[in-house]
């Protein structure tokens, strides 16, 4: 995967809507808290379903069973954009991180706090 830019990462985060947003955040979350694992796609993959179902923006339906049904059509519909953003996002705040702090170690709380400075303040 081609990492894009910080400026087309940040143009692409600003067309993400709220559900997108919410799901990307829990994403970078469990990331920066265990970063040892990013590289595993079938993990990641599933940590993306948890927290999508997380939300809570599939707990309106009338029917468990349609609230499943759409949830997987979202997570399908979306998996790749957030992924690969979420993706790109985590190798730019490395970076941002190491120039900031040199070789002293930081926490996955000043990795969020970085991240969090690349998508659009809405």
């Known amino acids: 995967m081609q990492v894009p830019s910080r400026d087309q990462l940040r143009a692409s985060l600003a067309g993400f809507d709220d559900a997108q947003t919410k799901v990307a955040g829990g994403v970078l979350a469990v990331m920066f808290g265990e970063p040892t694992r990013v590289q595993d796609r079938e993990w990641m993959s599933e940590q993306f379903t948890q927290v999508a179902l997380l939300t809570g923006q599939f707990?309106?339906?009338?029917?468990a069973h349609e609230g499943l049904e759409i949830a997987q059509q979202w997570i399908q519909a979306?998996?790749?954009t957030v992924l690969n953003a979420c993706y790109a996002l985590f190798v730019h705040v490395a970076d941002d991180m190491r120039q900031e702090h040199g070789e002293r170690p930081f926490s996955a709380s000043d990795a969020m706090i970085q991240a969090l400075g690349y998508f659009d303040q809405r």
């Open 78 to 80: 979306n998996i790749s």
């Open 59 to 63: 707990d309106e339906v009338e029917h």
